[in-house]
Structures are given as structure tokens and as C-alpha cells.
């Protein structure tokens, strides 16, 4: 048994990741991932929000939906650091296949190699994939 | 570093998820493929090949009803790939430290 | 152990709520703890119990409702993904419940594993 699981309550605190690896409004993956990050911001564990593959296109900036009626929700990761969600990992293998870099992003984020990005996934507790 | 065990469920001739799964499991993590994933582990398909060069790297199970359920029972598997039913399943997720679904 | 289930999918489209269903039966047969299943994006269908599979086929909404019933099992329908679809009380099957969000944090926390199942 490893040291945390004998303790109880409120006071654990727990390393969860988010991984983010679909694209926005082609499915609703992204836009529900979010809604969860914010919620979990409130529990006072340790959150980390990963974005690679298809998932860095989250993070695009001057993102306008008024041509196909879905809400433009990735003005809401600027809420992020509001809440307090300062751990956001970009993987650079992802950007750069996709031709882009961190100045095409809404949010500053941590660009980090597919090794600091293994590194960063076998320091979880929990890992929620959307 | 927490064990991970890597569950994959895509077919590796639609999606990606194997090619973000080999690259982000670190050695001594697991891999175990279910549903559509289990595709993976049919030893003469072109993708066996990426799942031999990895069989050093980690431990791989295939989930035995959805290798039946596909009619792939009577067909060769990839020597390496351990197959386990549902209890192999449970097992793995109790004997890693955290698990990861590669959507 | 005690586990939690997260549940992405809904029972038609694709396989993930089969798959946790039966990943759920065999950790219970192997005494280990469900602390609970919680239903997100269309996963909150698993919980509609005007649902009507062909007779030949299997019923997860009904198979999740006897699970929990004979085990005792926490069955959280996310409000947010629930309103937005149109998953209501009123048509909730029995042993589901409607909660909020921080019930999937909460159940990362409880459980020593959580296993995330979906498209």
C-alpha cells in the first residue's frame, strides 16, 4: 500500500490531469473538458491540463464560430489562471506538426518536449483522457 | 514515476491513438488493448510490425472477449501480446498505479 | 481497492459503457470496491430508462440499474451534460442520480484508481 492510500478526507491532495487531444466543435469533447477543469480548480488538488495531437487546436487563438451558430468557448481558458489552473502543458511535437508555436495560442502555456510530457503523466494520480 | 497502464480502444488503421500511446508510455508501462484497439494484435497485419519493435519496451495484454467478439479467435496474435479476460483486466488496473485511456 | 468509473459514451454508439459494465461485474467478483460511475458527455444516456433496445439485444440502462441495486453502486448523471441533452428526473431509471461536476472530482479523489472509459 503506498503512503496516501492510508490516509482519509478532505485533506489528500491528489495530482489530476486533464488530457486534451481532440479538436473544438467537431465534437464536444474540448468544451466539456473545460467545463470540467473549472469545476475541479475548486477542490484544491493538483491540476495539470495537458493539450497534444489533434488537442493543441483547443488552444488556437482568433477562434470566431458566428458563421456555424456554436458558442466560442476558447475565450473561457483565459479564465483558467483565474481559477487558479496554472499548470497547462503544450506538447511541442504536437505544434509542430501542425505548423504552429506558441504565439498562435489564446493563453500563454508551458511548451514541453514528448519527454518532460511522459515525465509530467507518471507524476499523476489521476488521469481523465476526453 | 507512478506505473501506468495505457488502455487503447481504436483500431490502429483509423485513429491515432497508438502512435501518442508508444510515444508517451515510458518503459515498464503496460499496454492493454480493448475494444477496436484489440485490432493491433492480429500478427499479420502491416501495424505488427510497430507493435513488435515496442514488445521490449512494454508489457502488452489484448482483452480475450473483444478478440472473440471480432472473430479474431481463430486467427494468429502477435507472440508478446498476453491475452486476459475481464478479472486480467481488473488485475492490471490493481497492479498499475494509474491508468490512462487513449481515446 | 476501491475504484471509480467515468463513462464518456452513450449505450448505443459505441462500446465504452459495455466494456465498463463488464469491467465493473468482474471487480466486484474480485471484492473490490466501486465507489462510483459517473456519467458524462453522452454517457448521461446510460441513464434513460424510456430507452427501448430490441428485446434480442442487451439493455445497459437496465443492466447498470440491477447492478447498482444488488451492489449497492453510486450511479452519478451529470447535471451540465444531462440538462443540455434533455436527460431529465423524470426519466431517470432507478439507482441513478442527477449531481454536479465536483462528484467526478470527488470520485477521483475517494478512489485509488479511476478508469475512464469512452470514444
Not at chain 3, 43 to 62: A, I
Request: with cysteine.
Amino acid at each position: 500500500m503506498e503512503p496516501w492510500e492510508e490516509e482519509e478526507g478532505p485533506e489528500v491532495v491528489k495530482h489530476f490531469m486533464y488530457v486534451n487531444r481532440r479538436a473544438p466543435y467537431g465534437t464536444i469533447f474540448a468544451h466539456e473538458c473545460l467545463e470540467v477543469v473549472l469545476i475541479s480548480a475548486a477542490f484544491e488538488q493538483d491540476v495539470s491540463v495537458a493539450f497534444m495531437d489533434d488537442g493543441v487546436y483547443q488552444l488556437k487563438k482568433n477562434q470566431d464560430t458566428t458563421g456555424i451558430g456554436m458558442k466560442n468557448f476558447s475565450k473561457t481558458y483565459r479564465a483558467l489562471d483565474d481559477y487558479d489552473v496554472e499548470k497547462i502543458y503544450v506538447e511541442k511535437e504536437s505544434l509542430d506538426a501542425r505548423g504552429l508555436t506558441a504565439d498562435d495560442l489564446i493563453i500563454p502555456v508551458e511548451v514541453v518536449s514528448t519527454q518532460a510530457m511522459r515525465d509530467l503523466l507518471g507524476q499523476q494520480d489521476v488521469v481523465i483522457s476526453s | 514515476m507512478n506505473r501506468i497502464l495505457h488502455i487503447v480502444n481504436k483500431s490502429p488503421t483509423d485513429r491515432r491513438a497508438f502512435d501518442t500511446c508508444f510515444r508517451m508510455a515510458k518503459a515498464e508501462d503496460s499496454i492493454l488493448l480493448i475494444e477496436d484497439g484489440v485490432y493491433a494484435a492480429v500478427a499479420n497485419a502491416g501495424f505488427a510490425s510497430e507493435v513488435n519493435k515496442r514488445l521490449d519496451d512494454f508489457s502488452f495484454y489484448v482483452l480475450g472477449p473483444d478478440v472473440a467478439a471480432r472473430g479474431l479467435g481463430d486467427i494468429s496474435l502477435i507472440d508478446g501480446i498476453e491475452v486476459v479476460d475481464y478479472k486480467g483486466f481488473v488485475d492490471l488496473v490493481a497492479e498499475n498505479d494509474v491508468t490512462q485511456s487513449w481515446l | 481497492m476501491k475504484f471509480s468509473i467515468l463513462i464518456k459514451q452513450g449505450p448505443f454508439t459505441h462500446q465504452a459503457s459495455d466494456s465498463a459494465y463488464h469491467f465493473t461485474v468482474a471487480a466486484l467478483a474480485s471484492g473490490h470496491e466501486i465507489f462510483r460511475v459517473f456519467f458524462y458527455n453522452d454517457g448521461v444516456y446510460n441513464s434513460n430508462r424510456l430507452s427501448e433496445p430490441q428485446t434480442d439485444d442487451r439493455n445497459l440502462v437496465s443492466l447498470w440499474s440491477k447492478l447498482a441495486a444488488e451492489h449497492e453502486i453510486d450511479l452519478v448523471v451529470c447535471i451540465a451534460a444531462a440538462q443540455r441533452r434533455g436527460v431529465k428526473e423524470e426519466i431517470l431509471e432507478q439507482g441513478f442520480r442527477i449531481s454536479g461536476l465536483g462528484q467526478l472530482v470527488e470520485a477521483g479523489i475517494e478512489a485509488d484508481r479511476t478508469i475512464v472509459f469512452g470514444d
